[in-house]
């Protein structure tokens, strides 16, 4: 699989997890400001992007949080770990194309050859077109993971011109032409097995998908995890942050160590590194 070098930038900073782990706790920043001991203002300088906390802050604000001191101070100091990506038996490609200010993650995965399947569309038709890989010509199918304009800005296009018709997603959805997967169902094509997991809480409809290859399925899997895991932080639980939060544990303990974990923004992580360092989720 080709290994992106250098790793792009974690989707979230020390801010954003203070920011997402006190709307998990239902805490004001004054509340959090009272219940760690640490001052209001430089919580404040935090999620405003100019941290000055000193490592017994951090320490104070990973207790009053309930988060992985390791992984906030690997944060805090820029130092979170990232793999090494190989061991898959399959082609990843990542495509990263500009949103806003951020950046979108779709994903080709291919067994070889000049097809493969595509995992959401990014934010536009040309974004989609201009990071696409030259050897791949055609679509064996599309999954969605959610439904957000980041994620599906290039589908109504990719399925006009592919004539695919019908596209995999979470159920429930918006679309017509979506064949709805539930908790646990499984699709095998173009040489993949695929499995989809519900896992509500980013958005009120999102699914993360388990890839492994056809012919080989004890072999090094992926996970595409849409907004539910980032490398070092979670989405954000705009529909339940609750359920963002339970479901992300849940899945993230359903994988096998060396499972690579493809994230809708960000970079690749893997689900022994987010065991260990991710604040929110680390043992």
């Not at 906390?53 to 949080?65: D, F, G, M, P, V």
């Not at 070092?232 to 529909?239: A, E, N, T, V």
């Amino acid at each position: 699989m080709p290994s992106p070098s250098p790793h792009p930038a974690l989707e979230d900073e020390l801010g954003d997890v203070l920011e997402k782990a006190a709307r998990h706790a239902t805490l004001t920043l004054e509340a959090l400001a009272r219940r760690s001991g640490v001052d209001f203002a430089k919580i404040k300088d935090a999620l405003d992007y100019r941290p000055d906390l000193t490592q017994a802050e951090i320490s104070r604000l990973a207790t009053a949080l309930d988060l992985n001191e390791v992984g906030l101070n690997a944060l805090a100091q820029n130092r979170y770990p990232l793999p090494n990506l190989c061991g898959l038996p399959f082609n990843v490609h990542p495509l990263r194309m500009p949103f806003g200010v951020g950046v979108a993650n779709a994903y080709v995965v291919s067994t070889g050859g000049d097809s493969a399947v595509l995992f959401d569309t990014g934010a536009s038709h040309s974004e989609l077109h201009r990071a696409w890989p030259a050897k791949i010509q055609r679509l064996d199918a599309v999954f969605i993971t959610h439904y957000e304009a980041e994620h599906i800005g290039g589908l109504e296009v990719v399925l006009r011109e592919t004539e695919l018709g019908n596209f995999y997603g979470p159920p429930n959805g918006r679309w017509p032409q979506c064949r709805g997967l539930g908790e646990g169902d499984t699709v095998e094509i173009g040489g993949l097995r695929i499995t989809a997991y519900n896992t509500p809480g980013h958005a009120a409809e999102h699914n993360c998908y388990l890839v492994r290859d056809a012919r080989r399925p004890d072999a090094t899997a992926l996970l595409i995890s849409g907004d539910l895991i980032f490398a070092g932080s979670l989405g954000g639980g705009y529909f339940c942050c609750q359920r963002q939060l339970t479901h992300s544990r849940r899945i993230l303990n359903l994988l096998a160590a060396d499972t690579l974990i493809a994230p809708g923004h960000g970079p690749f992580t893997d689900a022994a590194t987010e065991r260990r360092f991710n604040p929110f989720l680390a043992n």
